[in-house]
T-cell receptor, first 109, second 113 residues
């Protein structure tokens, strides 16, 4: 079992819609949770961090954490074509960041 | 600089040669990670440094790979006797500690011909 699981996609949504990206993790002791965005040919860029259960909003992005279900999600409201990228979920474990393999998001104009 | 700096940005080397990749983390960050990303693939963990503790080398794929971090700051990843399968983007990230956000450098694209 991988430490962090994500659906590889691609997830296709029309411009203006809500994109919902999901992630599950295996280590109940994980403390910190992150979403990174990676454009093709570029390095990952941190877009959200969340440390406690519930929702955290930042502009069009909302991260949701449910530690009991070991589940993290990212909602992107009013999706734009510029949001098209691969989104990586990351979870901190004892010694390292565990990254999911990423979900590719396509936002269609 | 303000961010994580990696050099070189691109490196083309002949099979069998040794290469050194450099990472200069954000000042004050005690945690430093190396990852490898092959084309179209996810991030593959290589090695993790935290302060003065012994590094976690569990992700290094073979004994041809080694890394060091001098003075708790700059890190160098060395690949000896490069093989074509070593071709990938090598990414370095640093973090204030092991539980907070990690920030990535721009990566080094290594091509072994």
């Amino acid at each position: 079992q991988k430490e962090v699981e994500q659906n590889s996609g691609p997830l296709s949504v029309p411009e203006g819609a809500i994109a919902s990206l999901n992630c599950t993790y295996s280590d109940r002791g994980s403390q910190s949770f992150f979403w990174y965005r990676q454009y093709s040919g570029k390095s990952p860029e941190l877009i959200m961090s969340i440390y406690s259960n519930g929702d955290k909003e930042d502009g069009r992005f909302t991260a949701q954490l449910n530690k009991a279900s070991q589940y993290v999600s990212l909602l992107i409201r009013d999706s734009q074509p510029s949001d098209s990228a691969t989104y990586l979920c990351a979870v901190t474990g004892f010694n390292k960041f565990y990254f999911g393999s990423g979900t590719k998001l396509n936002v269609k104009p | 600089g303000a961010g994580v700096s990696q050099s070189p940005s691109n490196k083309v080397t002949e099979k069998g040669k040794d290469v050194e990749l450099r990472c200069d983390p954000i000042s004050g960050h005690t945690a430093l990670y190396w990852y490898r990303q092959s084309l179209g693939q996810g991030l593959e963990f290589l090695i993790y440094f935290q302060g003065n503790s012994a590094p976690d080398k569990s992700g290094l794929p073979s004994d041809r790979f080694s890394a060091e971090r001098t003075g708790g700051s700059v890190s160098t990843l060395t690949i000896q006797r490069t093989q074509q399968e070593d071709s990938a983007v090598y990414l370095c990230a640093s973090s204030p500690d092991r539980t907070t956000e990690a920030f990535f450098g721009q990566g080094t694209r290594l091509t072994v011909v």
